[in-house]
């Protein structure tokens, strides 16, 4: 088999890309990236990875990647637009406003739990992820009645699970 020049570029630009955010990678102390993406036409929008497992004190930083659209990324808290409490209650809300493409937001993560997120003008397209910080905390908010609250069924549907992330550390969507 031959391989082009442009296409050993290619398997090596993606292998570099795969190594950057390996799963000892996003465990380490470092910054944890999370691309907002689309397709050209924007019919599709995503959160890249869409599940991380992070460590107590570890900063996560969005950049939207996707030239055609804005984005947010909007913790699940009653102070953002009333949404149901989808974090630790003792954790700080945070909602990045609209990043324009090339912007880029951070919040560092204190507190142990799970913590879901969306994009405030994509919610409904399913743009959304799940950050859990050390370990899910017991008795958490995933146990409470009314945590779905009036998701729309896309959202929810493209959370990976509790489950998943702990066993993989980073998921992607798929």
């Not at 390996?22 to 397709?39: F, K, L, P």
């Not at 142990?112 to 399913?126: F, K, L, N």
Request: proline content about 7%; glycine content about 10%; overall charge negative.
């Amino acid at each position: 088999m031959m391989l082009t020049r442009r296409e050993i570029l290619g398997a090596g630009g993606g292998l570099a890309a795969a190594l950057s955010l390996s799963s000892s990678a996003v465990w380490a102390g470092e910054i944890v990236e999370i691309r907002m993406q689309g397709d050209e036409d924007g019919s599709h929008v995503w959160f890249d990875p869409i599940g991380i497992l992070i460590k107590p004190g570890q900063t996560v930083r969005w950049t939207n990647l996707n030239p055609g659209n804005s984005h947010t990324a909007t913790a699940y808290n009653p102070a953002n637009l009333g949404r149901p409490l989808r974090m630790p209650k003792a954790a700080k809300s945070w909602d990045s406003d609209y990043l324009l493409p090339n912007e880029s937001f951070s919040v560092t993560f204190t507190e142990q739990g799970v913590y879901d997120y969306y994009c405030i003008p994509h919610e409904h397209a399913g743009m959304v992820g799940r950050i859990i910080v050390g370990e899910p905390e017991a008795h958490g908010w995933p146990e409470l009645v009314g945590a779905n609250g009036d998701l729309p069924e896309a959202a929810l549907k493209a959370f990976p699970t509790v489950e998943e992330i702990m066993a993989k550390r980073i998921v992607r969507r798929a």
